[in-house]
């Protein structure tokens, strides 16, 4: 579901302000998306100084800093690189990353099942991103988008460990609030004064609060179950999302590359969902 919500971020980014940057669009939506988190957790009760008397804020930071590197390195290499490759890149290598990490640090061994799931989905990703557009090669761009998808699996395995012993909603406040202060400099250096138009606002509160605070907080919930290389795969239905958004909402023509690149990434879902639910 957290994922679904994240595929509304490429709609929202094309219906923003002209004068609007990838860079002021990814900080302004850490911000709100920090303080959404925030309200959420209070509203649950689970902002209290007791419970962040003992608060481990080294792997909060660490976690944090994953997040803020994830959107400077994705919006880096899809201004080096391009969109299509960028994308595939960027997103493709998270299950990947993610599937490593669990292993080395967690000892979480994928379920054979995770492969087959886990290439559909990264191939139809491949196909929806490189259906229609433009392609080139650009290497800074390529080693930009790695670093985005192995930063963001880093992100998930650092909250993964404070969520073993804290509620997930403040857990994500936490790790939100020192990704935003760590990206305070952007919003320095950067104009967004186009912010203040209704445009601008509403697809920064949207970004903000439904694709950032709202998905986050059901991301945690599944992360807490699943192990990271599972979790990563399943974000792969942002690009799904994003994808029938752009037809029926941008109006967008359908290909045949894309519709089987929705197809492959459907199945590679579903065949983990399978999985997911027996283990449940």
Same mark, same amino acid.
């Given at each position: 579901?957290?994922?679904?919500?994240?595929?509304?971020?490429?709609?929202?980014?094309?219906?923003? /302000?002209? !004068?609007?940057?990838?860079?002021?669009?990814?900080?302004?939506?850490?911000?709100?998306?920090?303080?959404?988190?925030?309200?959420?957790?209070?509203?649950?009760? !689970?902002?209290?100084? =007791?419970?962040?008397?003992?608060?481990?804020?080294?792997?909060?930071?660490?976690?944090?800093? $994953?997040?803020?590197?994830?959107?400077?390195?994705?919006?880096?290499?899809?201004?080096?690189?391009?969109?299509?490759? +960028?994308?595939?890149?960027? #997103?493709?290598?998270?299950?990947?990353?993610? =599937?490593? #990490?669990?292993?080395?640090?967690?000892?979480?061994?994928?379920?054979?099942?995770?492969?087959?799931?886990?290439?559909?989905?990264?191939?139809? $990703?491949?196909?929806?991103?490189?259906?229609?557009?433009?392609?080139?090669?650009?290497?800074? =761009?390529?080693?930009?988008?790695?670093?985005?998808?192995?930063?963001?699996?880093?992100?998930?395995?650092?909250?993964?460990? #404070?969520?073993?012993?804290?509620?997930?909603?403040?857990?994500?406040?936490?790790?939100?609030?020192?990704?935003?202060?760590?990206?305070?400099?952007?919003?320095?250096?950067?104009?967004?004064?186009?912010?203040?138009? /209704?445009?601008?606002?509403?697809?920064?509160?949207?970004?903000?609060?439904?694709?950032?605070?709202?998905?986050?907080?059901?991301?945690?919930?599944?992360? +807490?179950?699943?192990?990271?290389?599972?979790?990563?795969?399943?974000?792969?239905? !942002? /690009?799904?999302?994003?994808?029938?958004?752009?037809?029926?909402?941008?109006? !967008? /023509?359908?290909?045949?590359?894309?519709?089987?690149?929705?197809?492959? #990434?459907?199945? +590679?879902?579903?065949?983990?969902?399978?999985?997911?639910?027996?283990?449940?």
């Amino acid at each position: 579901m957290g994922a679904s919500l994240w595929g509304t971020t490429g709609t929202a980014q094309a219906l923003a /302000p002209a !004068e609007s940057t990838p860079l002021t669009v990814g900080a302004l939506r850490q911000w709100v998306g920090a303080a959404g988190l925030l309200a959420i957790a209070a509203w649950r009760g !689970e902002l209290s100084a =007791g419970r962040l008397r003992h608060w481990p804020w080294g792997l909060t930071l660490v976690a944090g800093l $994953c997040m803020a590197m994830y959107q400077l390195c994705f919006f880096s290499a899809v201004a080096r690189t391009g969109v299509a490759v +960028g994308t595939v890149v960027g #997103i493709g290598s998270a299950p990947i990353a993610g =599937g490593l #990490i669990g292993w080395l640090f967690r000892a979480e061994r994928p379920p054979l099942l995770w492969y087959p799931s886990t290439a559909l989905a990264v191939l139809g $990703c491949s196909a929806l991103a490189l259906s229609g557009q433009g392609v080139w090669v650009n290497a800074w =761009g390529l080693l930009l988008a790695l670093g985005a998808g192995t930063t963001y699996a880093l992100y998930a395995h650092f909250s993964k460990s #404070i969520l073993l012993d804290h509620a997930p909603d403040l857990v994500m406040a936490m790790v939100f609030v020192c990704g935003a202060l760590l990206l305070l400099p952007v919003l320095i250096w950067q104009d967004w004064s186009w912010v203040w138009q /209704p445009s601008g606002l509403g697809v920064v509160l949207h970004l903000g609060l439904v694709t950032t605070a709202l998905a986050y907080a059901l991301f945690a919930r599944g992360l +807490g179950t699943v192990p990271i290389a599972t979790a990563m795969t399943l974000t792969l239905a !942002e /690009p799904l999302t994003a994808a029938v958004l752009g037809l029926v909402v941008l109006g !967008e /023509p359908l290909s045949l590359l894309s519709a089987g690149g929705m197809a492959c #990434i459907l199945a +590679g879902l579903f065949l983990l969902a399978q999985r997911a639910g027996r283990t449940a």
